[in-house]
């Protein structure tokens, strides 16, 4: 090989990155010629010798290199699945103690008391009671939700409260159960549809 493309490949050469043949060649021709010798040299801090890497240790190189590689894919895979294994126990841990409630989970109230139509939900102990849905001017469509209550078994009562007759329209409630929907106007139960 001629000296330039020597000087060319000793930067990959240096960094264990040439084929086996493409060694053998530039340390033939290192031990041959001392101005690329005195290069490689320059290049490798100022070594005073020359020393050529052995095939032995070149597979050792790569060998390391290899292992490396091995353990970061390890490491990543660890990682991957350790963050897959958290989403599927925090989705199982939410589905557990999240949803929506049956029918039977709750106790219900309503009726009216003077001008006031209300509504009074309470939820088997250790659960608390949690709503998703809407309120318009007349009416609340609720989801009813619960979640459970870890720390005890306390009670959790809600109470809703609506002034009946507000100009000719009655209130009303709309509950959205697991097993049915119930609707309450004005502190009575005007419909029940069970799904």
């Not at 493409?22 to 290049?43: F, R």
């Not at 599927?88 to 999240?98: A, E, K, N, S, Y």
């Not at 998703?132 to 979640?147: E, F, H, P, Q, R």
Request: charged letters at 30%; glycine letters at 10%; one cysteine or more.
């Amino acid at each position: 090989m001629k000296c330039e493309m020597i000087r060319d490949l000793l930067p990959l050469y240096i960094d264990g990155l040439t084929s086996k043949e493409s060694n053998q060649e530039i340390e033939k021709h290192l031990k041959n010629c001392g101005e690329c010798q005195k290069y490689y040299q320059e290049m490798t801090g100022g070594i005073d010798n020359f020393s050529v890497i052995t095939n032995e240790e070149f597979e050792d190189v790569n060998l390391i290199k290899k292992i490396k590689k091995k353990n970061r894919r390890k490491a990543l895979g660890i990682f991957v699945g350790a963050f897959i294994l958290s989403g599927v126990l925090m989705g199982v841990g939410f589905r557990l103690t999240h949803g929506v409630a049956r029918y039977e989970n709750v106790i219900l109230n309503y009726g009216v008391q003077g001008d006031t139509a209300y509504l009074t939900m309470e939820g088997k102990p250790g659960y608390e009671l949690n709503f998703s849905g809407t309120t318009d001017k007349n009416k609340s469509s609720l989801k009813v939700m619960y979640a459970r209550n870890i720390w005890g078994n306390d009670k959790n009562i809600v109470r809703l409260e609506e002034e009946c007759d507000k100009g000719g329209k009655p209130y009303q409630w709309i509950l959205e159960f697991k097993d049915r929907i119930i609707v309450i106007e004005d502190g009575e139960l005007v419909d029940e549809k069970i799904r």
